[in-house]
């Protein structure tokens, strides 16, 4: 499947890795990076409005969809700093230098670690229903991290979760769509079979995503934490209202490494990309009239739908 209107291209990021992309549009470039267990497919109703007066860069992640899936050698293969520099790249291959980036569940955590690697490079960032995985894995405690049974699944040493998930897995992969989702009609049949037939052909890149992130991703985290570095440029979070259930205060995470953010709950499931286009659309659009404000202070406020 294509986003239609969009021409697509295959952009050499790294040795033997190149990104499937989808580009439209003319005018100050945004990236938009999909999440899990997604394509980027999940941005073409928001890719097509902002395409009228932005160039809008769609790729998909290293590992996902019909981009290059490197065998993992070592942490580094999956880590969100190397797939953030491919992002980087891929903006650069294609002329822009500097450009905003929103992502989505595993996306944002690309795009929360390409604001902090490359703040020179990233103007505005939109992070989508997600905590920075230093601040996750800090939180999730007790039965209620019951609800993330897959981060714990596949933060386990190679081999037993490729096993069992490639076993079964248009039921592990579905399960997420169903569970996660208000509106089951956002994801029609058509769109859902090319996530599962994404999906099935990288199961080992998708773990491999996923084991980085209970391993290297945390070290870099904290690194970035004890050195007290920030996300430098206007910051927009939109999450569902899902921290107040499990205990903690997803905008208080957040501030802490964001000075100029707006937070933003979203009245949808977590596919709110496909859920609540509009609203989203509205949001990005918003994000990238902003200037940064040194006297900016942290604010959530809710989005009405």
Request: proline fraction near 6%.
């Amino acid at each position: 499947m294509a986003i239609a209107g969009f021409t697509y291209q295959r952009v050499p990021v790294a040795d033997g890795v190149s990104l499937n992309t989808a580009v439209s549009g003319s005018g100050t470039p945004i990236v938009l990076l999909h999440g899990f267990p997604q394509t980027h497919l999940m941005w073409r109703h928001v890719a097509a409005d902002l395409a009228a007066d932005h160039t809008v860069i769609c790729p998909d992640l290293r590992g996902y969809g019909a981009s290059d899936k490197p065998a993992e050698s070592d942490g580094s293969t999956y880590a969100k700093r190397t797939m953030a520099a491919d992002i980087v790249t891929l903006a650069r291959a294609l002329g822009h230098e500097r450009f905003a980036l929103a992502g989505h569940d595993r996306g944002a955590l690309v795009a929360f670690r390409a604001g902090l690697d490359h703040p020179e490079t990233i103007t505005h960032l939109a992070l989508l229903d997600v905590l920075p995985t230093l601040d996750m894995w800090e939180v999730m405690r007790g039965t209620s991290a019951a609800v993330g049974f897959h981060l714990y699944l596949m933060a386990q040493p190679q081999g037993l979760p490729e096993q069992m998930i490639a076993a079964s897995s248009d039921a592990f992969f579905g399960h997420f769509l169903d569970i996660w989702s208000r509106d089951p009609q956002a994801i029609p049949g058509d769109v859902r079979t090319a996530y599962l037939d994404a999906c099935r052909d990288a199961v080992p890149s998708i773990v491999a995503d996923y084991r980085a992130s209970a391993g290297i991703d945390i070290e870099h985290d904290q690194a970035d934490r004890d050195a007290g570095n920030r996300l430098g440029m206007p910051v927009t979070v939109l999450q569902q209202d899902w921290g107040a259930a499990l205990g903690f205060d997803a905008a208080a995470l957040w501030s802490a490494w964001a000075p100029d953010l707006r937070h933003t709950t979203v009245g949808s499931g977590h596919f709110m990309a496909e859920e609540a286009p509009a609203d989203i659309a509205r949001a990005l659009r918003d994000l990238l009239t902003r200037s940064l404000r040194s006297d900016r202070r942290p604010a959530a406020t809710p989005m009405v739908r």
